[in-house]
């Protein structure tokens, strides 16, 4: 059964700072790897993919991929209350798989 | 981006019916949806997934027969709970894409289905 791996927080930042999320992932195998932010009651949305070892940034947010140790990372710079979501890792086979979750509060 | 309707955003039914739930790809043709379920405070579960013009596939645990899929079209699949008891109340999420381009995987806006 593959597997992705999240905490499920809740994890608290403060307003500013810089929010880091992880995941793993089992199957050696995936390519390619997915952000995706749900709000309570709501679908969830897109933030960032990634396919290549290495970082990759757009606006407050980069994700981070190493596939040698099967994680992926998403950061957040300067964390807005509205950033307050529920971030799900997702990982393509010939299908999605999402993890579990981690829920971020970010304290105004 | 792409949209993707799914209705009815909130159902309500008696024990013992079947509920049908539609998700359509408004400007795109999708080869792929996905349903999944989400219980609150938890993670989405993948139910299964449906290929236009063949059987869905379905994961291991979710009942085939109680969860009825139908993927007739590239821009329409229905989920029909049928004989639906209290613990099938959850919120259902469609998905359409395209295999291979999963980067273009848009949501449907989800139904809350509430069993008395």
């Known amino acids: 059964q593959k597997e992705v791996e999240q905490n499920s927080g809740p994890l608290s930042v403060p307003e500013g700072a810089i929010a880091s999320l992880n995941c793993t992932y089992s199957d050696r195998g995936s390519q390619s790897f997915f952000w995706y932010r749900q709000y309570s009651g709501k679908s969830p949305e897109l933030i960032m993919s990634i396919y290549s070892n290495g970082d990759k940034e757009d606006g407050r947010f980069t994700a981070q991929l190493n596939k040698a140790s099967q994680y992926v990372s998403l950061l957040i710079r300067d964390s807005q209350p509205s950033d307050s979501a529920t971030y799900l890792c997702?990982?393509?086979?010939?299908?999605?798989?999402f993890g579990k979750g981690t829920r971020l509060h970010i304290l105004p | 981006g792409a949209v993707v309707s799914q209705h009815p955003s909130r159902v309500i039914c008696k024990s013992g019916t079947s509920v049908k739930i539609e998700c359509r790809s408004l400007d795109f043709q999708a080869t792929t949806m996905f349903w999944y379920r989400q219980f609150p405070k938890k993670s989405l579960m993948l139910m299964a997934t449906?290929?236009?013009?063949?059987?869905?596939?379905?994961e291991q645990g979710v009942e085939k027969d109680k969860f009825l899929i139908n993927h007739a079209s590239l821009t329409l699949s229905t989920l029909t709970v049928t004989s639906a008891h209290p613990e099938d109340s959850s919120f259902y999420i469609c998905?359409?894409?395209?295999?291979?381009?999963?980067?273009?995987?848009?949501f449907g806006s989800g139904t809350q289905l509430s069993v008395l």
């Open positions: 997702a990982v393509e086979d010939d299908k999605i798989i």
């Open positions: 998905s359409a894409g395209n295999r291979g381009f999963f980067e273009k995987l848009f």
């Open positions: 449906s290929n236009e013009g063949s059987k869905a596939t379905y």
